[in-house]
């Protein structure tokens, strides 16, 4: 089993910058893809941005430019920069990571999501 923890949501002004972080911990597993989405009210799940252990990150349309993932292999965190932040990101931002276990094979896991509102 592998736990995900988010942190950083919050309140901010339109045109702002907010950090989320996620931490993934248990035993025995790999991690491969690393990502974040989010749900905004009466909106589907939509990606935001992911990245993989090794290469190169992709990122939805609407956040090209403004947003930054970064991932430490180290540490199991990944990080998504939030800059020039809009009030249509308003969301619950969830972790995601995609996972091998080496008796399992490969699952997916959320984080619990963290509320991100952009709001004057």
């Known amino acids: 089993q592998v736990q995900l923890v988010e942190s950083g949501g919050g309140l901010v002004q339109p045109g702002g910058s907010l950090r989320l972080s996620c931490a993934a911990s248990?035993?025995?597993?790999?991690?491969?893809?690393m990502g974040w989405y989010r749900q905004g009210s009466g909106k589907q799940r939509e990606l935001v941005a992911m990245?993989?252990?090794?290469?190169?990150?992709a990122y939805g349309d609407s956040v090209k430019g403004r947003f930054t993932i970064s991932r430490d292999n180290a540490k199991n965190t990944v990080t998504l920069q939030m800059n020039s932040l809009k009030s249509e990101d308003t969301a619950v931002y969830y972790c995601?990571?995609?996972?091998?276990?080496?008796?399992?094979?490969?699952?997916?896991?959320w984080g619990q999501g963290t509320q991100v509102t952009v709001s004057s």
């Open positions: 990245i993989p252990s090794v290469g190169s990150a």
């Open positions: 248990g035993s025995n597993f790999t991690l491969h893809v």
């Open positions: 995601k990571a995609i996972v091998a276990h080496p008796a399992r094979g490969v699952s997916d896991y």
